[in-house]
Structures are given as structure tokens and as C-alpha cells.
């Protein structure tokens, strides 16, 4: 008999202590320690992020780094502390409304009954409960314009990329699980028996898009990739790469990287 899957619930932040003190108010009431874990990785808060952690939430295990070193690459670092069956990442501004115990009940159970599943992520909503389309099919070459200029979502031809991209149909499946190409990286759960086939985030990625390319990977490996509709995580989107600043033109330029390596996306 096989033994009860675990998870490791991986947090990654960087000075932002509200949204992460947030996050784990909401995960840690009943989550049973004993057998699941809570990892947050610090990419070099300047803040007092640090002490926030270890005097209200002495149980989560954390661990801060030098400097920031990107989203994927912090990921690998909780990856490497890790120690359970299944990894489950959540961005510092998303919470629960339901018990993790419910939450980890369908994980398990989608596992169970899916044994082709790749990486699964429950539907994301905005804080006023409309969802987020986290579910989504991989993106054609013009997805940083149309998705960053409202303008162009007024020609048909980009309005349908967008939605194509967005899986806009998916929102009048209400329930259960979806195939999907690829989840945002503000919610992936996934084996760590794919880390063997796939390996861990891309390491040149700093914010994006991480986890486009690693969902990528797994359903290259054969994995299916799916969205669990059935219930809703909030995640309070903070839109870094909407901004004209650093991280944007770096999503971008590991945007274009990222489809060029991903010879399925020529169209």
C-alpha cells in the first residue's frame, strides 16, 4: 500500500512582508506540520522580513538569501531544501479561503486518478473573485504586445490570440479538472518524481516566463498538465511586468528566448 503523499509548500518573497505575512496567515491555521512543510525563501528582503517569520510563524522553514537572484532560480533553492512528495508553489500575494486540507485532498486525489498528471494548479481569482484565465495555452510570438496594449485587443486577429492564449472558454467549465498547456507560476503542484525526467527551473530566467517553459518540459516528458477548477486560490496580482522598469524587459527578452527554444510554439 502506498504510503500517504506529503507536499511541500514552497513561498518565495522579497520585501514584502505584508503580502507574505498575509499568505501564511491564511495557509497555517490547521495545516498538520507533522506532515507537510511550508518553505519560504527569502531572495534578500532588506526589510524584517526575517523576524516577522520566526516570531509569528515559528514552524515555516525559512531561508534567506544574499541577494535576489530571480523567481525560477529562488524556486530551485526550495526545491533543494524540500523534502516531500509534492511540490506546491504560491506566490507570496496569493492566500487561501478554504483549508489546506482541502486543498490537499483533490491534490491527492487528481494524483491518484490522473497518473499521467504533470503540473496541476487550482483556478486563480482577483481579490473581487473573477478569475485570473491561470490556466492557459502556450502563447504566439506577439503575447508581450497584445497583452500589455489594450489597443491592439481591439483588432479581431490579436482579440483571438488573446483569448486562444488566455483559454477564455474555460471559465463556463466550472468545475474539475482541465487540460491545459501551461499554469502561472503563482500556483504549480507537480511530483517531484518530474524533476528526475525534466529537471528543476530554468536558471536563466529571472521573472518570467519560468513557468511557461518548465510546464513546457513536462509535457514534453509526457505529462499532462492540468487545472483543477473545482476550487479557487486568491491571487492578488501584483503586474511587475506590466510596468516599464527592469524585470519588464527581462520577462521580455526571456520571453523571446523561451519561444525560440520551444520549437512546438512556431505557428
Known amino acids: 500500500m502506498r504510503k500517504r503523499l506529503s507536499i511541500s509548500v514552497l513561498v518565495i518573497t522579497w520585501n514584502e512582508k505584508h503580502l507574505l505575512s498575509r499568505c501564511l496567515e491564511k495557509l497555517c491555521p490547521n495545516f498538520d506540520f507533522d506532515e507537510d512543510e511550508i518553505v519560504v525563501i527569502d531572495n534578500g528582503s532588506i526589510d524584517d522580513t526575517s523576524e516577522m517569520v520566526s516570531e509569528r510563524f515559528p514552524s515555516v522553514r525559512y531561508y534567506r538569501l544574499e541577494e535576489n537572484i530571480g523567481v525560477g532560480p529562488a524556486r530551485n533553492r526550495g526545491i533543494m531544501v524540500a523534502d516531500k512528495d509534492i511540490v506546491m508553489t504560491l506566490d507570496n500575494d496569493a492566500y487561501l479561503t478554504t483549508p489546506f486540507s482541502t486543498l490537499k485532498a483533490s491534490i491527492i486525489d487528481a494524483h491518484l486518478h490522473n497518473p499521467d498528471l504533470g503540473v496541476m494548479g487550482f483556478r486563480l481569482c482577483f481579490p473581487d473573485g473573477s478569475y485570473q484565465f491561470n490556466g492557459r495555452a502556450f502563447p504566439g510570438f506577439v503575447q508581450p504586445f497584445y497583452s500589455r496594449i489594450p489597443f491592439l485587443r481591439s483588432i479581431m486577429y490579436f482579440k483571438n490570440q488573446y483569448n486562444s492564449h488566455l483559454n477564455v472558454n474555460l471559465e463556463k467549465n466550472s468545475t474539475g479538472l482541465h487540460e491545459v498547456d501551461y499554469l502561472l507560476g503563482a500556483n ?4 517531484r518524481e518530474w524533476l528526475v525526467k525534466t529537471g528543476i527551473y530554468d536558471e ?27 476550487v479557487s486560490i486568491i491571487h492578488d496580482y501584483q503586474r511587475r511586468t506590466r510596468k516599464i522598469n527592469k524585470i519588464f524587459f527581462l520577462h521580455t527578452y526571456a520571453f523571446y528566448r523561451t519561444w525560440l527554444k520551444m520549437k512546438s510554439l512556431w505557428r
Open 204 to 230: 536563466s530566467i529571472f521573472f518570467g516566463p519560468e513557468d511557461l517553459e518548465f510546464c513546457w518540459r513536462v509535457k514534453q516528458a509526457g505529462g499532462q498538465n492540468m487545472i483543477n477548477m473545482s
Open 188 to 191: 504549480q503542484i507537480f511530483m
